[in-house]
């Protein structure tokens, strides 16, 4: 039975009316003090939910004065559960500044 209001009948709505249809390709970027325990911190959330050799891709770029770097890990996300869980880990973490 449709709700009209885009839920699915137990409140939550359907992973294709926001957008996303799984499993897809997701970007995280994240933001950090350029330091080895931002990047380890990047690493072992991610891989706590996908194993590294799965990534599909991982970019760092340096701030013009070096003081800070950003990190962007691509996998293949599996499920909405599977999103928000990595979603929370990367909030969570405090050496990660900012994410997007």
Same mark, same amino acid.
């Given at each position: 039975?449709?709700?009209?209001?885009?839920?699915?009948?137990?409140?939550?709505?359907?992973?294709?009316?926001?957008?996303?249809?799984?499993?897809?390709?997701?970007?995280?970027?994240?933001?950090? /003090?350029?330091?080895?325990?931002?990047?380890?911190?990047?690493?072992?959330?991610?891989?706590?939910?996908?194993? /590294?050799?799965?990534?599909?891709?991982?970019?760092?770029?340096?701030? /013009?004065?070096?003081?800070?770097?950003?990190?962007?890990?691509?996998?293949?996300?599996?499920?909405?559960?599977?999103?928000?869980?990595?979603?929370?880990?990367?909030?969570?973490?405090?050496?990660?500044?900012?994410?997007?």
């Amino acid at each position: 039975m449709a709700t009209g209001n885009g839920a699915n009948g137990n409140g939550h709505t359907n992973e294709q009316d926001q957008g996303l249809v799984f499993p897809c390709d997701f970007p995280f970027k994240m933001f950090g /003090r350029n330091t080895k325990e931002f990047i380890a911190a990047v690493h072992t959330v991610i891989s706590n939910h996908i194993p /590294r050799e799965e990534w599909v891709s991982s970019k760092e770029t340096h701030s /013009r004065n070096q003081n800070y770097i950003s990190c962007t890990v691509v996998v293949s996300v599996q499920s909405r559960e599977q999103l928000d869980h990595i979603i929370t880990d990367i909030n969570n973490c405090p050496d990660i500044i900012m994410a997007l």
